[in-house]
């Protein structure tokens, strides 16, 4: 047996007592804080909001609202349920929960750490928004064993944290690292050189093309809102869902009719971003979905003279030409006139091997780096887990 399980059963062997949150905890909100008031007050103190990035850090003022121990908790939106743990001179808006200790039965890091487990499972997502408001937090119930049992625990849970966080920095600046080198073997690749009036590519002479010359542009027949369901059978992609998971969804019916009478690309053909982030790409796998006209495109091209496989890695480097106001656009007609150079098939063929292992080294959450990444978290999550389950005392 483990320390742990030694301390539970002398100091807790029939189970441990659960209490609700507002047993032990003063519950209370953030304040509304403008950006201007942010800009305007800058300062050495931080603000914490609804952000996960940079621990919720929004900006410094040069005053506080807290000081001390407590723990916060995001009340809205799409980190809803995310908890954190404070120490020292903070404000927070009002999108976050405030968690001050009452009573002395409890170690506020140890709260932390079973909120970080628990407390998602209370989230909301009525009407769209998720939300954790304060009328339900106060309800979810903790365990409360020993202190001693919370201490040790705590202490493992520390180092455990320490640790993980040194070995995922560390994998994340070699991942870092290889992207850079893939980036760098990429454009050594697809980049040709000019010599004596010609272009060649690895050694290989290449000719500049038009994409309007090699394929036709194409799009999606237009799908109107009114035609699109939050559910339903076929995922409709928008320019915000494009590559991430779709929101909206069209009848069978419409799909197949429309796939039948009007353009939808063939399985391998790579759709394409036209519109806010230009040229982002996604390989269509041939499952059923349908795409939004005119903001997501692709190039029907003739295969026996230029892959998809290598127009995938080549859009990478294009740096597209576009139009228009607040949100950029990639027309068709500037799209059609994009040159890129055509080197041999066989070349194409080697120079995608080439790229495809270092992309998927990369990139591929089952394989490489991200996939050590991914265990290592995984890894924290289970000790975590055992070390925070309890039988409920009878």
């Not at 064993?145 to 201490?151: A, F, G, H, T, V």
């Not at 093309?209 to 237009?222: A, D, F, Q, V």
């Not at 994009?338 to 270092?358: A, N």
Request: proline share 3%.
């Amino acid at each position: 047996m483990n320390k742990i399980e030694v301390l539970i059963e002398e100091l807790c062997p029939e189970g441990v007592e659960y209490k609700e949150l507002r047993e032990i905890f003063k519950i209370s909100r953030g304040r509304v804080m403008s950006k201007e008031y942010l800009r305007d007050n800058v300062g050495e103190y931080p603000v914490y909001s609804s952000q996960t990035a940079d621990n919720g850090e929004i900006g410094k003022i040069d005053t506080y609202d807290y000081d001390g121990e407590y723990l916060t908790w995001t009340t809205d939106g799409a980190n809803a349920g995310t908890i954190f743990y404070r120490f020292g001179k903070f404000s927070i808006t009002n999108v976050c929960g405030l968690l001050k200790l009452k009573v002395k039965d409890i170690i506020s890091r140890f709260a932390y750490y079973y909120l970080s487990i628990s407390m998602k499972s209370f989230v909301s997502s009525g009407m769209g928004n998720p939300k954790l408001m304060s009328n339900v937090v106060q309800k979810i119930q903790i365990p409360i064993p020993s202190l001693e049992i919370q201490q040790e625990i705590v202490n493992i849970l520390d180092k455990f944290s320490e640790l993980e966080a040194e070995l995922e920095a560390e994998l994340e600046a070699e991942l870092e690292a290889r992207r850079k080198q893939y980036e760098y073997y990429r454009n050594q690749l697809l980049t040709p050189i000019e010599v004596g009036g010609k272009w060649f590519m690895n050694g290989n002479e290449v000719e500049w093309k038009t994409l309007g010359e090699i394929g036709n542009i194409c799009m999606c027949k237009r799908v109107m809102k009114n035609e699109t369901k939050p559910t339903g059978d076929v995922p409709f992609y928008k320019i915000g869902t494009f590559g991430k998971v779709a929101d909206a969804f069209i009848s069978n019916e419409l799909y197949n009719d429309y796939k039948n009478r009007f353009s939808y690309p063939k399985v391998g053909e790579i759709l394409l971003s036209a519109a806010g982030t230009i040229g982002r790409t996604v390989v269509y796998d041939g499952e059923p979905a349908y795409f939004q006209d005119s903001n997501i495109v692709w190039l029907s091209n003739d295969e026996s003279k230029v892959t998809n496989k290598f127009l995938f890695h080549y859009y990478k480097i294009i740096v597209w030409k576009t139009d228009g106001g607040t949100i950029l656009r990639l027309y068709n007609e500037n799209l059609a006139k994009t040159k890129i150079p055509i080197p041999s098939l066989s070349e194409q063929e080697r120079i995608v091997g080439i790229l495809d292992k270092f992309d998927a080294l990369v990139n591929d959450i089952s394989e490489g780096l991200p996939a050590e990444i991914e265990a290592r978290r995984k890894q924290y999550e289970y000790y975590r887990n055992k070390l925070l389950t309890f039988k409920e005392k009878e």
